[in-house]
C-alpha cells in the first residue's frame, strides 16, 4: 500500500496510493481505535480536492456502518471549522485533506477529539477493506462557527478602512471572511481571489508561498496603503501575510503583529504559517488570525 505516514494521519497519491480501498481500511482502522477508546461520535470532512466529497461518503459511511454516530460536514470545509465542529460536538475527527500538497496528492487527518491528533503508530489497519456501510448525518455548522468567529475577533478591526485581499487558491476557505465581515459590519473592502473550490488549485500548488502567489503579489506591488494581503493553503489552516509592495511579512513578525492585537491572551505560532489561539478552538484559525491583523496593519 503506497499510502505514507504523518504526525497525523496518512498521505498518498490519488488513484496510486490513495484509492477508495486503501480510504476504506484507514477509516476502519480508525474506527476501531475509537471503539478501544470508548469514543462513540465522529465529524468527516473534506477538502476541495478530486473526489473528496465522495471519498469522505465513504469513509462515513464505513464508521456509520461500525455503529458509530457519525456526522459530515456539508460541502468543502475549512480546517477550522472542522475543529469547531469537535469541540462543539465533544467527537473525534476524520478529515479529508493533501494541506500543502500538489492536486495529485489526497491524504487524510485523524483526531481523537478536538485538539488531539492521532499518529498512525497507534492505530491497526485491517487486510481488506469492510463491505458494510451504514448511514451518517449531514452536518452544517457554518453560521454557528462564523458566529463564533465573529464573538472571537472583537472590536480590533471596527471603522478601520482600506482594500483587503484574500487568495484562497481555490481551496476550502473561500467564503469564510466574507461571511464574517458581514457579521462585524466591517467597513474596509474585502475582494477574494480563486474563491471557488478548484480540485486542481487554479495551477498552483496550495501552498501560501510566494511562487504559488503570482496574482495577489502582483495587485499588493501596485496597491496604495491602506492594504494588506492573505493567502492561505490547501485545507485553510495556513496564513501568509503580504504587505503593500509585495512584501511577505515573516511570520516571527506575524505574531508580534498578534501578540500586539491580543494584549493578554495567548498566540501560538509552528514557524510554519499556523496559529493557534487556544481560548478560541483547539485547532488553528488563520481566519482570527487574519481579523485580528487587520486591525494593526491597516
Known amino acids: 500500500m503506497e499510502l505514507y505516514s504523518t504526525q ?11 484509492t477508495f480501498a486503501h480510504l476504506a481500511r484507514v477509516a476502519a ?9 470508548g469514543i462513540r461520535r465522529v465529524v468527516v470532512a473534506h477538502d476541495t480536492r478530486f473526489l473528496a466529497q465522495e471519498m469522505a461518503e465513504e469513509a462515513a459511511g464505513i464508521l456509520g ?3 458509530l454516530e457519525t456526522f459530515l460536514l456539508k460541502g468543502p470545509s475549512p480546517f477550522p471549522l472542522f475543529g469547531f465542529a469537535l469541540k462543539e460536538l465533544e467527537a473525534a475527527g476524520f478529515y479529508l ?3 500543502r500538497k500538489p492536486a495529485r496528492y489526497q491524504g487524510v487527518k485523524l483526531r481523537l477529539g478536538p485538539g488531539k491528533p492521532l ?10 477493506a469492510p463491505q458494510k456501510r451504514g448511514s451518517f448525518q449531514v452536518l452544517d455548522r457554518k453560521k454557528a462557527y462564523l458566529e463564533h468567529l465573529a464573538q472571537s475577533t472583537g472590536q480590533g478591526a471596527q471603522g478601520k478602512k482600506g482594500v483587503v485581499y484574500l487568495d484562497t487558491l481555490g481551496g476550502a476557505g473561500g467564503g469564510v471572511l466574507p461571511g464574517v465581515f458581514k457579521l462585524l459590519g466591517l467597513e474596509a473592502e474585502l475582494r477574494e481571489l480563486h474563491p471557488l473550490p478548484h480540485p486542481l488549485f487554479y495551477g498552483v500548488d496550495p501552498d501560501p508561498k510566494p511562487e504559488n502567489l503570482p496574482t495577489l503579489l ?14 492561505l493553503d490547501g485545507d ?13 511579512l515573516p511570520q516571527d513578525q506575524v505574531v508580534k503583529v498578534l501578540e500586539g492585537a491580543l494584549e493578554e491572551k495567548e498566540v501560538q505560532g509552528d514557524g510554519q504559517g499556523s496559529y493557534l489561539f487556544p481560548w478560541h478552538l483547539p485547532e488553528p ?13 491597516l
Open 8 to 18: 497525523d494521519g496518512f498521505l498518498g497519491e490519488i488513484a496510486k496510493g490513495f
Open 29 to 37: 482502522g480508525f474506527g476501531a481505535r475509537l471503539e478501544a477508546e
Open 65 to 67: 456502518g461500525m455503529g
Open 97 to 99: 485533506t493533501a494541506s
Open 119 to 128: 499518529s498512525p503508530e497507534g492505530m491497526a489497519l485491517p487486510q481488506e
Open 218 to 231: 502582483a495587485l499588493m506591488r501596485a496597491v496604495e496603503p491602506p492594504a494588506v494581503g492573505f493567502a
Open 236 to 248: 485553510a489552516d495556513r496564513l501568509a501575510v503580504v504587505l503593500p509592495g509585495g512584501e511577505v
Open 285 to 297: 484559525d488563520p481566519f482570527l488570525a487574519a481579523l485580528l491583523l487587520l486591525g494593526k496593519l
